[in-house]
């Protein structure tokens, strides 16, 4: 089987990525192949994860380009260039416009930490994904993996996992326990099932 051709889009310090890759090198990862990480910030760790890992990396910054237009040609520029099939938002702080999204349907996942449709959307990120989940008292919490459309944290849902709130959590703890416990496990698992749905579509063809 051809196996599919994926980007993993980053910002920071490329932990989920690192779930990734160490999926792949056990093995968890048999119907995709990691052909790019695309960074929106030239200094973001992730990339030198990616390199150290033999993963071919890239740089596309709004603030540089001036325009979402121009960030969007280049993203497109560097994907077709290397012939990739799937997008992997891993910690990409980067918002892409409805009309990007259109041209991938089902074929962009993104890791979200919280129980979608819990702490989600607009200005929901990071650390205050936690902060609100505290603020509000939740006695469980989690990571969800979802398709990627116009809204944000809109699409559909592939896979969830819980995860408990334990008394005296800070912001901080709380988003070590998610990503340990739910997001590196989640992502690569959902990871696989997409690109195994992709490559037998490209079979079936």
């Known amino acids: 089987m051809v196996k599919t051709r994926i980007a993993v889009f980053v910002s920071g310090g490329g932990t989920n990525l690192q779930a990734l890759l160490d999926a792949r090198d056990r093995g968890e990862l048999p119907s995709g192949e990691i052909v790019l990480v695309l960074s929106s910030r030239p200094g973001a760790y992730a990339l030198e994860r990616a390199r150290k890992a033999g993963v071919d990396t890239a740089v596309c910054s709004r603030k540089e380009l001036g325009s979402q237009e121009a960030f969007e040609a280049d993203i497109c520029r560097e994907l077709e260039s290397r012939g990739v099939d799937m997008i992997v938002l891993a910690g990409f702080m980067s918002i892409l416009s409805a009309d990007f999204t259109r041209r991938w349907p089902k074929r962009i996942i993104n890791v979200h930490p919280a129980l979608i449709p819990s702490f989600c ?3 929901f990120y990071g650390l ?3 902060e609100a989940a505290l603020r509000y008292g939740v006695k469980v919490t989690g990571a969800t993996v979802h398709f990627v459309n116009e809204i944000p ?8 996992k819980a995860v408990e709130v334990i008394p005296g959590d ?3 703890t709380l988003q070590r326990r998610v990503m340990e416990q ?4 989640l992502l690569p698992r959902a990871t696989e099932l997409v690109a195994r749905r992709i490559a037998e579509e490209g079979e079936e063809k």
């Open 170 to 172: 800070t912001p901080e």
């Open 182 to 185: 739910a997001e590196w496990v």
């Open 153 to 160: 944290d809109g699409g559909e849902i592939i896979l969830q």
């Open 121 to 123: 959307g607009k200005g």
């Open 128 to 130: 205050r994904v936690h």
